[in-house]
């Protein structure tokens, strides 16, 4: 750890000591949650003419004027500038701004992109904590771990909503996208190394990502490419090369120097995980995942909830029920947190059939997937919009409904050998 920042200009206290600090609701005065209302944050990089060094602005209401215990849409643009910059390097930055706005006592903050939730503390707000000091943190944090790549940097923040909502889909969705598509051509068998992440320690200590080109880490906001930039800057960082020179089994994806890294970071605690099956050795769950799957019995097949899914699943669970049992950095055979795009990947529980398994998803999520979904159906099984196939919360939330559903559509999972 070498955050060095002496003397950040906020009222509470700044540590890492706040890091695993919850702020539960009759604690908070605001919160904000982007999976509700319009929110995001990034990193965008400018050039050093364009910036301000130390500028803070918020445009829109401050903490005073928002209703008390209310969800409030907030974006944060941390705009950067350098000669050693890369766009690269703007996830990496991106991500750690979970482990600075946690470090602020009596602030609280889970997510990444246009999905983050913040909530502020009755008392951080009584002790004059308002959101311009968000952008204070952010500007010190910034400047003091990514100096070698950032000589100016300013922070711009939105709380007003209709800008919230243009930030959020004219600027940082088109952005997120840009950052997938680069991966689209990588596969796990045409890079040599992939990486661990074990940035989410602080929540779940015996939590490591194994990252691939083809599976993202389980928020959704680390990729191959953002290991392997956050291994650049940081070589001693949370992102260690992890070599694939011993396989054991291809199919599981499972390496002897895979079982050695997630020995060697998780303390122990692990001693096999496997790449792409839920059933045997599945990769841990922190808290962070975008979606959590878990097995249908009665449909030999996999069921997906999304975090912003609010009803029912056919397994009888909610999502914060399914996370209940799988969070923690724990292995749990037959539930697995992972983030959206891993739903279309070729190595989506590769071992116990693949994709062919999903029979059931809330439709937003379905339809934000169907296109990559479709176009993997396609390439491994010659079907055509699988995703027809594929129940939601409007085709059915029990699973008699949804069988009756499945067999009516042929789907292929109803052929499947149980997976227990
Ligand atoms: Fe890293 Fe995994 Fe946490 Fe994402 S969920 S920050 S990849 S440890
Ligand atoms: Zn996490």
Not at 20 to 27: A, L, Y
Not at 106 to 112: C, I, L
Not at 155 to 160: Q, R
Request: aromatic share 8%; proline share 5%.
């Amino acid at each position: 750890i070498k955050i060095k920042i002496t003397n950040i200009d906020i009222p509470v206290a700044f540590a890492s000591a706040f890091e695993g600090e919850i702020i539960r609701r009759k604690d908070m005065q605001v919160e904000f949650d982007g999976s509700r209302v319009d929110c995001a944050e990034l990193v965008h990089t400018c050039d050093a003419s364009e910036i301000e060094d130390h500028k803070i602005t918020v445009i829109g209401p401050e903490v005073d004027e928002m209703e008390f215990g209310s969800k409030n849409s907030i974006a944060y643009v941390v705009k950067v500038a350098g000669k050693n910059m890369q766009s690269d390097f703007e996830p990496v930055i991106e991500r750690k701004f979970h482990n600075y706005i946690n470090c602020i006592e009596g602030v609280y903050h889970t997510g990444q992109r246009d999905m983050q939730r913040i909530r502020i503390s009755i008392d951080a707000f009584n002790a004059g904590f308002r959101i311009k000091h968000i952008g204070e943190v952010l500007y010190a944090s910034v400047k003091n771990e990514f100096d070698a790549v950032v000589d100016k940097c300013e922070v711009v923040i939105y709380t007003d909503p209709a800008e919230c909502t243009r930030i959020r889909h004219e600027v940082a969705i088109p952005i997120f996208d840009k950052r997938d598509e680069r991966l689209d051509t990588l596969t796990d068998e045409s890079v040599d190394v992939y990486y661990s992440c074990i940035l989410c320690q602080a929540f779940a200590p015996s939590h490591v990502c194994v990252v691939t080109p083809e599976r993202l880490g389980l928020c959704g906001a680390v990729s191959w490419l953002d290991a392997k930039a956050t291994h650049q800057l940081d070589p001693a960082g949370p992102c260690q090369i992890i070599t694939k020179e011993r396989p054991i089994d291809e199919n599981l994806g499972s390496y002897e120097d895979v079982d050695e890294a997630v020995q060697k970071f998780s303390q122990g605690a692990l001693e096999h995980v496997t790449l792409y099956s839920i059933m045997q050795d599945p990769m841990t769950s922190c808290g962070c995942f975008e979606c959590i799957c878990g097995i249908e019995p009665f449909s030999n097949g996999v069921v997906i909830a999304n975090r912003e899914y609010a009803g029912m699943t056919p397994l009888g669970m909610t999502f914060p029920e399914m996370a209940s049992m799988t969070g923690g950095g724990v292995q749990t055979p037959g539930f697995m947190g992972h983030g959206k795009h891993f739903i279309s990947s070729k190595k989506f529980m590769k071992a116990e059939g693949g994709i062919e398994r999903i029979v059931w998803m809330p439709k937003e999520l379905k339809e934000f997937v169907a296109d990559r979904l479709n176009k993997t159906a396609k390439e491994l099984y010659g079907i055509d919009n699988f995703t027809d196939m594929i129940g939601d919360e409007t085709i059915a939330e029990d699973p008699e409904t949804l069988v009756a559903f499945l067999t009516e559509k042929g789907h292929p999972a109803l052929g499947l050998d149980p997976m227990m």
